[in-house]
């Protein structure tokens, strides 16, 4: 007996992990390339002996899993419907390598059928 199923799908959803050079100094918004999608990183700046790194959210974001910096990961963060903001306890330097753990979307259509063949005995 043999049975068909289609799969069909608008997109896939693709951990995503790459580390970003973030300057204290530097000028923000900033726009990078993150596996060919286009984030914001909206501002990065030190407060109360913290890191703070506000990252704009956009359609092609699922969601941030756990990021880090010098395998210290965040301490605690905070969300909104545009704003995605990091907080990491760490000494303060003027750059750092920002391991951002972004869950991209991805709208690559499939649409396939799927043989399955049950062998009777």
Same mark, same amino acid.
Do not use: Q
């Given at each position: 007996?043999?049975?068909?199923?289609? +799969?069909?799908?608008?997109?896939?959803?693709?951990?995503?992990?790459?580390?970003?050079?973030? &300057?204290?100094?530097?000028?923000?918004?900033?726009?990078?390339? *993150?596996?060919?999608?286009?984030?914001?990183?909206?501002?990065?700046? *030190?407060?109360?002996?913290?890191?703070?790194?506000?990252? +704009?959210?956009?359609? &092609?974001?699922?969601?941030?899993?756990? @990021? *880090?910096?010098?395998?210290?990961?965040?301490?605690?963060? *905070?969300? @909104?419907? @545009?704003?995605?903001? +990091?907080?990491?306890?760490?000494?303060?330097?003027? @750059?750092?390598?920002?391991?951002?753990?972004?869950?991209?979307?991805?709208?690559?259509?499939?649409?396939?059928?799927?043989?399955?063949?049950?062998?009777?005995?």
């Amino acid at each position: 007996m043999i049975k068909v199923k289609n +799969l069909k799908a608008e997109g896939v959803l693709v951990d995503a992990n790459k580390k970003v050079k973030i &300057d204290l100094n530097d000028n923000y918004p900033k726009v990078i390339d *993150y596996f060919g999608t286009r984030v914001t990183i909206k501002d990065v700046k *030190y407060e109360n002996n913290r890191l703070v790194v506000e990252v +704009l959210n956009n359609d &092609d974001i699922s969601y941030m899993g756990v @990021s *880090y910096i010098d395998k210290e990961s965040t301490i605690e963060g *905070y969300y @909104s419907d @545009s704003i995605h903001g +990091l907080v990491f306890d760490i000494d303060k330097r003027d @750059s750092y390598d920002l391991d951002l753990a972004i869950i991209l979307k991805h709208k690559i259509p499939i649409n396939m059928d799927i043989e399955n063949t049950l062998i009777e005995e």
